[in-house]
């Protein structure tokens, strides 16, 4: 018996001692999972530092500033999920004397995917290429973040919603001015947004390094409230634990209004060039619906590769 009750106090033990713990900074609660509070982390300055990350941002930035290849795979589906117009290219950035330009080695299409003069018939398409792809030679470009924020300031029509779309891409959590009903609701760190989400912190282990985990989901009893409130549903961030950059994120948003609705999902996966962290892997899901306008169900892959410092156009 005495054997028996020392395991079961062993046992309670050990129990109580890997919970989850929930702390409170500024009035505003967070779940550390049992490895941080172990380690005795400064997860106060350690949270400030992840609201404040801008090297999500800057790995594409980085991109600006380099040569690389990538392979891109669009589909557009219809209603039953079967592709309806397509794009698979291969295309190869250049860097030059400051300036970059793009090179396209493959190409094959399907469906509808171009009009007749070889402008994109899809608003996915645009946004992407927006992100990808140059036009032209583009110069003097530089990879700064501070002090250059994505702004819809002096834009109009398309431009305004791409810079809206970067917005929500580069810095998801952020307010968005511009956007009816939802600008305001994706804000994931102020007051109200507490009520909705669960905010947990981790220390995990993958591929022979340490990574900080900060997932943010919605509360589970919010019921119809949520529908109306809730904008980002779900952002898991993997934090290299040395360096702070973004190792890969992962997030899902949806919303039904009157003049439109969207259901989307992305995931992104980083690499190091030569000490700059760029993407190399996004993958990307959605279904949205624009009053006025068709609605678009797409599939989209960029995988980025050889990259390169440049230098000469070949």
């Not at 930035?61 to 309806?84: E, H, P, Q, V, W």
């Not at 119809?224 to 952002?235: G, H, L, N, R, S």
Request: with cysteine; aromatic share 14%; net charge positive.
């Amino acid at each position: 018996m005495r054997i028996f009750f020392l395991i079961f106090i062993l046992f309670i033990h050990y129990f109580a001692f890997t919970q989850d713990s929930v702390v409170v900074i500024d009035k505003k609660k967070f779940t550390l999972t049992e490895v941080i509070v172990r380690n005795n982390f400064d997860y106060a300055k350690l949270l400030q530092q992840i609201k404040e990350d801008t090297t999500f941002y800057k790995a594409f930035k980085n991109l600006r500033i380099l040569g690389f290849t990538a392979f891109n795979d669009i589909k557009m589906l219809d209603k039953k999920g079967k592709i309806k117009a397509s794009l698979y290219s291969k295309t190869k950035q250049l860097r030059a004397n400051n300036c970059r330009t793009m090179q396209v080695l493959e190409e094959n299409t399907t469906g509808d995917f171009y009009d007749e003069n070889k402008n994109y018939n899809y608003t996915t398409a645009n946004m992407y290429a927006s992100l990808f792809f140059t036009n032209g030679t583009v110069c003097n470009e530089t990879n700064i973040v501070a002090g250059n924020k994505i702004s819809t300031a002096n834009k109009k029509g398309m431009d305004k919603h791409k810079e809206q779309l970067k917005m929500l891409f580069f810095n998801p959590g952020e307010k968005i001015p511009g956007i009816p009903f939802i600008g305001n609701k994706l804000d994931l760190y102020d007051d109200a947004a507490h009520k909705l989400y669960d905010y947990k912190l981790d220390l995990q282990e993958k591929d022979g390094r340490m990574f900080y985990v900060f997932t943010i989901t919605t509360k589970e009893d919010l019921g119809a409230f949520k529908k109306d409130k809730v904008v980002i549903d779900e952002m898991t961030t993997w934090f290299d634990q040395k360096t702070m950059q973004v190792e890969s994120r992962s997030y899902s948003l949806s919303y039904g209004a009157t003049v439109y609705d969207f259901d989307v999902s992305m995931e992104v996966q980083m690499t190091n060039y030569k000490g700059l962290t760029v993407p190399k892997l996004l993958r990307y899901r959605g279904n949205w619906n624009v009053l006025f306008k068709k609605r678009e169900r797409a599939l989209f892959t960029a995988t980025l590769f050889d990259f390169n410092e440049g230098d000469k156009a070949e």
